[in-house]
């Protein structure tokens, strides 16, 4: 069968028709996606914009403002891209990859504002022990010159350590200065117990530096809703059923607590008798309590009964060196205190 020029215009016409109507139905489709898509994103970044405002604490360290810029810059920044490659599907799709990372990176970097946070509360309280005990012992120190000078040491000490831990930008740096701080509250303690021995007045009590409050984890936030469709014509209803009274729910049961415990020493801790102490014949016993922290390790001490600077500082190289299984409450680690057996130092007869 032949077909006439006509005809053959006719189909060729239906064809080019049939491959725009094609066309105009995939568009819509295609824009219609990544509209959505673009919204659920700006909903993600909206949230983790929301995390970074609740990480934000005040604070002299200047790498708690470092962390907050880098991560805010990185949402800005991911917002522009948002914006720009609002229709490209698989730009979107890169988008989100980038987004999970730094939802990832908010919560990593959280814990680095945390510890951030317990360094500089380490370092407020030397600063109130230096300053509580310089007020104190002002009229005393003014008497004695070489304690004086031991005093200004350990003020010139803390002051430019203070300056370190304060400036630098790097977690791992600032754990680097956690030892040092530890070497300076004990220096500090020892001296403080010179000055309140051969001062004789009470060593002072310094107040407690208030810890920050956590702030509320944030609400995320809503997500938009779909513009409604058309509600189709109401049907004729049945006669309503009677409905069947609900069954009663049962009493959620209570969920059970996790274990609580004090802190358990792990590591042996006997000092050695010093030397001079066994050449000038010094005996004594010594009480001591620790402070630990989530880790099992230890970040403070007291001495409750002192035998003497030599006894004294034996005992507190071991404790501070002691390990331990942290306290727990409710089955998460807290910072606890324990309190040590007495050590004594007898010479034999």
């Known amino acids: 069968m032949k077909i006439s020029g006509s005809q053959k215009n006719i189909l060729l016409i239906e064809t080019i028709l049939l491959v725009l109507g094609i066309i105009l139905m995939l568009i819509p489709i295609k824009r219609d996606n990544s509209e959505e898509y673009s919204k659920e994103l700006t909903v993600k970044l909206n949230s983790a914009k929301s995390k970074i405002e609740t990480i934000k604490v005040e604070s002299e360290l200047r790498i708690i403002n470092y962390i907050c810029k880098s991560l805010q810059k990185k949402v800005d920044n991911l917002k522009i891209d948002l914006e720009k490659y609002s229709d490209d599907i698989e730009k979107l799709k890169e988008i989100e990859i980038e987004i999970t990372k730094l939802d990832s990176e908010i919560s990593f970097k959280n814990k680095d504002i945390t510890r951030a946070q317990?360094?500089?509360q380490k370092l407020h309280n030397i600063d109130n022990k230096i300053s509580t005990s310089k007020d104190i012992y002002k009229k005393y120190l003014k008497k004695n010159r070489k304690l004086r000078k031991q005093f200004a040491a350990i003020e010139e000490k803390n002051k430019n350590l203070s300056i370190k831990v304060k400036?630098?930008?790097d977690i791992s740096k600032?754990?680097?200065y956690v030892e040092e701080l530890n070497r300076?509250?004990?220096?500090?303690d020892i001296l403080n117990e010179k000055l309140s021995k051969s001062s004789k007045i009470p060593k002072p009590v310094p107040k407690p530096t208030p810890k920050p409050e956590p702030k509320p984890e944030p609400k995320?936030?809503?997500?938009p809703e779909p513009e409604p469709e058309p509600e189709p014509e109401p049907e004729p209803l049945p006669f309503p059923k009677p409905e069947p009274k609900p069954e009663p729910k049962p009493e959620p049961?209570?969920?059970?607590?996790?274990?609580t415990r004090r802190p358990k020493l792990t590591s042996k801790t006997i000092p050695e008798y010093p030397r001079r102490a066994r050449e000038r014949g010094i005996e004594g016993t010594v009480i001591v309590e620790v402070t630990v922290d989530i880790n099992g390790n230890v970040i403070d001490?007291?001495?409750i009964e002192?035998?003497?600077?030599?006894l004294d500082k034996a005992v507190i190289r071991v404790v501070q060196k002691a390990k331990f299984n942290p306290a727990l409450k409710d089955g998460k680690p807290v910072e606890s205190k324990y309190k040590f057996r007495p050590f004594k130092f007898k010479l034999p007869d």
Do not use: Q
């Open 253 to 259: 049961k209570p969920e059970p607590k996790g274990e």
């Open 220 to 223: 995320p936030e809503p997500e």
């Open 167 to 169: 400036d630098t930008t």
């Open 301 to 303: 001490y007291n001495i």
């Open 174 to 176: 600032l754990e680097s």
């Open 184 to 188: 300076l509250n004990v220096e500090f």
């Open 118 to 120: 317990e360094i500089e």
């Open 306 to 310: 002192s035998a003497g600077d030599i």
